[in-house]
């Protein structure tokens, strides 16, 4: 079975920084594109940033990009998101996803991930 555990969401104030984690199990987490997807209240999920294990593109949404940075650590099966400099229109619930793939990319498409957790809440006040 393959599980994606979230952490690191928290309520900060704008300018501050946070990193998320996503531990995978059940998953040959050198083939696979894991993404962070996020969702705001009454909007659509978008993608923020996605790595590809094997290796290690990464790319991100232009909202992001600076700001953000994806990484994985391929010994812990674990992916982290470092978010800095944020701000409120961060604000939402960030959601891991990914899928089995040995191939080159990562995609910035929500619908590509077929495995997801449960999310964590990122809330940024102003």
């Known amino acids: 079975e393959v599980q994606l555990v979230e952490s690191g969401g928290d309520l900060v104030q704008a300018g501050g920084s946070l990193r998320l984690s996503c531990a995978v199990s059940g998953l040959s987490f050198d083939g696979a594109a894991i993404g962070w997807v996020r969702q705001a209240p009454g909007k659509e999920r978008e993608a923020v940033s996605c790595?590809?294990?094997?290796?290690?593109?990464?790319n991100y949404r232009d909202s992001v990009k600076a700001r953000f940075t994806i990484s994985s650590d391929n010994a812990k099966n674990t992916v982290y998101l470092q978010m800095n400099s944020l701000k409120p229109e961060d604000t939402a619930v960030y959601y891991c996803?990914?899928?089995?793939?040995?191939?080159?990319?990562?995609?910035?498409?929500?619908?590509?991930?077929?495995?997801w957790g449960q999310g964590t809440q990122v809330t940024v006040s102003s």
């Open positions: 790595i590809n294990t094997n290796d290690h593109y990464t």
């Open positions: 996803a990914a899928y089995s793939w040995d191939g080159p990319l990562c995609p910035m498409i929500p619908l590509a991930y077929n495995y």
